[in-house]
């Protein structure tokens, strides 16, 4: 997968740019709010058919234009191929891949693939579960598009539960006739996307494990396990009907609770991963040093496993990170983009070996 050529049109500080990228390095240059993190967002954009940002639209077009427009020319392992995406505030995008018209972005996801990197994800281990939820949705959807679709409807089924339970109090009989069958659809989606993660996550596992004993000198060996909230065991996720009849039973026994809380309070919308070292929860247990090798860990084990299922490498986008790292991870991750496209913003070009330089300065790229 390589990101050959970008043009954009009144995306964020950037009126007009057209940048073309080597297959190698990329090193996005320049002082602090000059443009490098928005042009990594509208790349991004295009791969996952949303902002890393935002979910706010109007944030995106340049203030005072009426519309923004990004074109991303790449390769896969077949043909070059382009994206185009057109947003006007309160229209529907229009969406284009080579040229023929796509209905919904949604539709796009996972023909340009890409692993982000920004300075939070080092604290993917620390932080709350839909952190770590997200990192599999991005991960997955890149690379199945049912799973995306399931998730979709995952969540708009579950936004008509939680109406349900939020009315219950008025409205009893609606919540007593609708509740089976809103909860039979949730659970059944949520059978479905479970299972996704937790294959992903055994693959994911065995490379976090890799890059982690590269990384360090520990013998300390990490482990990442899917953690749902239906109280399987993971492996029996891989039996979706069971999952589902799990599921199903939590959403059907608790709903004074759910009631109290005004929402659905089991499903995968609650799930987690575990990551483990030496069988413990690296969250409560691992020194600071080791989870933050363990959250680059997850990161470069995203990008293996996607090359390994698709047969070809996706785009590497690093915003900042290496000002973040102390040296030797520098020089871990360094070694790692050999043989990769990897497109990197820094404010410290001088710390980065080779490649191509292109200065950013005030929305223009020389
Ligand atoms: N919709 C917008 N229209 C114009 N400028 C914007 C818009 N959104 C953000 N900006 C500007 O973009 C700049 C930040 O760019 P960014 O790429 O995040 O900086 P950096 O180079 O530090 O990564 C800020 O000056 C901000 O005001
Ligand atoms: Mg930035």
Not at 6 to 20: C, G, S
Not at 119 to 136: M, T
Not at 230 to 240: A, N, V
Not at 315 to 343: H, P, T
Request: charged share 30%.
């Amino acid at each position: 997968m390589e990101c050959n050529k970008i043009k954009i049109r009144n995306f964020r500080n950037i009126e007009e740019a057209e940048i073309e990228f080597d297959a190698g390095v990329n090193i996005l240059a320049g002082d602090n709010a000059q443009g490098k993190t928005n042009l990594l967002e509208a790349i991004s954009f295009t791969a996952l058919g949303k902002s890393f940002r935002t979910t706010h639209e109007e944030e995106m077009i340049r203030f005072g234009a009426e519309s923004a427009e990004i074109s991303l020319d790449f390769t896969d392992s077949v043909r070059r191929q382009n994206i185009t995406v057109r947003m006007m505030p309160g229209k529907r995008r229009h969406i284009e891949q080579n040229k023929v018209k796509v209905g919904r972005l949604s539709d796009i996801v996972g023909a340009f693939r890409t692993v982000l990197f920004c300075p939070e994800h080092l604290s993917l281990i620390k932080d709350g579960p839909s952190e770590r939820r997200n990192y599999l949705d991005i991960a997955i959807s890149q690379l199945y598009p049912v799973y995306l679709k399931s998730l979709q409807r995952y969540n708009q089924i579950l936004k008509q539960r939680n109406q349900l339970i939020r009315r219950a109090e008025d409205d009893r009989k609606t919540f007593h006739d609708t509740v089976e069958f809103w909860s039979e659809q949730l659970a059944h989606e949520a059978a479905v996307i479970a299972r996704y993660r937790v294959q992903y996550l055994k693959r994911a596992a065995g490379q976090i494990r890799a890059c982690f004993a590269e990384m360090t000198d520990d013998r300390e060996v990490p482990d990442a396990v899917y953690a749902g909230s239906s109280h399987g065991e993971p492996e029996s996720y891989e039996d979706m009907e069971q999952t589902e009849k799990a599921y199903f039973k939590l959403l059907m026994s608790n709903h004074d609770r759910e009631i109290g809380a005004g929402s659905t309070l089991w499903g995968i919308h609650k799930d987690d991963i575990d990551i483990q070292i030496n069988g413990r929860s690296a969250r409560a247990f691992a020194s600071q040093g080791q989870q933050r090798s363990l959250a680059l860990a997850m990161k470069l084990a995203e990008g293996e496993v996607c090359a390994e299922i698709c047969g070809e490498k996706p785009v590497f986008l690093f915003d900042d990170v290496f000002s973040e790292l102390d040296s030797s991870r520098r020089a871990y991750l360094s070694g790692k983009m050999k043989k990769r496209q990897v497109i990197i913003t820094t404010c410290e070009p001088s710390g980065i070996a080779g490649g191509k330089m292109i200065r950013v300065e005030n929305g223009k790229y020389f």
